[in-house]
């Protein structure tokens, strides 16, 4: 079958990866390759088969899932990783995007939204379990409010909110500037005045900011 999502399942409970593969079972369109027992089978076996999609347990024996993210990754840039997980403090939710993941489920809460994470991961974008998205908006507006800042979304010009979608999307900025019919080294300086005027210091505080401000569909 055409245009098939290539997935890989990787948490050491064997009855959590029975009951994901059930869940994708329901998509034709969508293959397990494999499954992993720990972070760094997951790893191994991305690099081997280079799929479309990792889904991982935040917390595996050997390597922890974030660890892992990281390092697939890095080595195989089109691997969309989503990370399964119990924790929905903050930290743990921007660990994973500094490590490279594009979606973020909670355990007690994935079956509704499984098939829509890896849909939406595979094509390239982001997916955070809605309680995950709520949490993220209320430390936002209480953390403006706790240093009496302002959003500063206003002060970005029409180019620089342009980049900043796309790069929040995953794109590189060799493919913002291509997208944008723009110079590589303008994209560099958009994405240095946009990063400052709205206060963030990396990719992954990027990418929060824009599930936030509802840039990015989740």
Known sequence: MANRIRVILADD?????KGV?????ED????????????REAVRLAEELHPDVVIMDIAMPHLNGIEAAEKITRKCRNVGVIILSMYSDEEYIVRALAA??????????????MLRAVRAVAAGRTFF?????????DDYVQRLQRE???????????REREVLQLLAEGKTNKEVASLLDLGVSTVETHRLNLMQKLGLHNTAELVLYAVKKKILKV
């Open 13 to 17: 409970h064997d009855v959590l990866r």
């Open 21 to 25: 593969r059930f869940l994708l079972a």
């Open 28 to 39: 034709a369109h969508i293959e397990i390759l494999a499954e992993a027992a720990d972070g």
């Open 100 to 113: 490279g993941a594009k979606g973020y489920l909670m355990k007690d809460a994935a079956e509704p939204d």
């Open 129 to 137: 379990s809605p309680s995950v998205v709520e949490i993220l908006l």
């Open 148 to 158: 009496g800042l302002q959003d500063s979304y206003d002060l970005l010009t029409e």
